[in-house]
């Protein structure tokens, strides 16, 4: 069976350091992948998706990247937090024929 | 994208049936009608999807209209886990760059 895989659980960072989040899907090959935000009491702001290995697609210009470096690691990224950052990240993925899968997500509160 | 317009709240009693409404008057012919639902931090769960028919599975039931332009998601006998926020969402099944979220309906489940 397919799972997927977030860590970590929370995290809390200072404003201008680093972040990274990963994401790890198992059970399937070349699912399309996705990194969402959500705001407090807001609905999901889908920030990249991935089609394969090195392909991202921003949908959101900001502070973030994103990279898929395999075929199922997706990987978010900033070089400096902003506050304005914080929220709650999902990862989740898809293929033709299956419904949307998240992973249980990353609670980010920046300092 | 095609938008989807929901109720912000609604309330039910546990073990009644639940009539979740979902308004899609910009729907495309290929675009599925898919349902999930999220529990308070956490990621969002698939409950189901459609196209034209109605379908049915073991969380729930979706109703869609004939000229497709609203569909409804129903929970069978309401039980207290079915509080979550519930979200319609229109996309093609699987592709990346799809599931646009709006802010859903928040469900509440009275005992």
């Known amino acids: 069976s397919q799972t997927i895989h977030q860590w970590p659980a929370t995290l809390v960072q200072p404003v201008g350091s680093p972040l990274s989040l990963e994401c790890t899907v198992e059970g399937t090959s070349n699912p399309n992948l996705y990194w969402y935000r959500q705001a407090a009491g807001r609905g999901l702001q889908l920030l990249f998706y991935s089609v394969g290995i090195g392909q991202i697609s921003s949908e959101v210009p900001q502070n973030l990247s994103a990279s898929r470096p395999q075929d199922r690691q997706f990987i978010l990224s900033s070089k400096k937090l902003l506050l304005s950052d914080s929220g709650f990240y999902l990862c989740?993925?898809?293929?033709?024929?299956?419904?949307?899968?998240f992973g249980s997500g990353t609670r980010l509160t920046v300092v | 994208d095609a938008k989807t317009t929901q109720p912000n709240s609604m309330e039910s009693n546990e073990e009644e049936p639940v009539h979740l409404p979902c308004n899609h008057s910009t729907i495309s012919g290929t675009d599925y009608i898919h349902w999930y639902r999220q529990l308070p931090s956490q990621g969002p769960e698939y409950v189901i999807h459609g196209l034209t028919s109605n379908v049915n599975n073991r969380m729930a039931s979706l109703a869609i209209a004939e000229d497709r332009k609203s569909s409804t998601l129903i929970l069978h006998r309401a039980t207290l886990r079915d509080a979550a926020v519930y979200y319609c969402?229109?996309?093609?099944?699987?592709?990346?760059?799809?599931?646009?979220f709006g802010s859903g309906t928040q469900l509440t489940v009275l005992p």
């Open positions: 969402i229109l996309g093609l099944e699987g592709s990346a760059r799809q599931l646009t």
């Open positions: 989740a993925w898809s293929r033709q024929g299956y419904g949307y899968t």
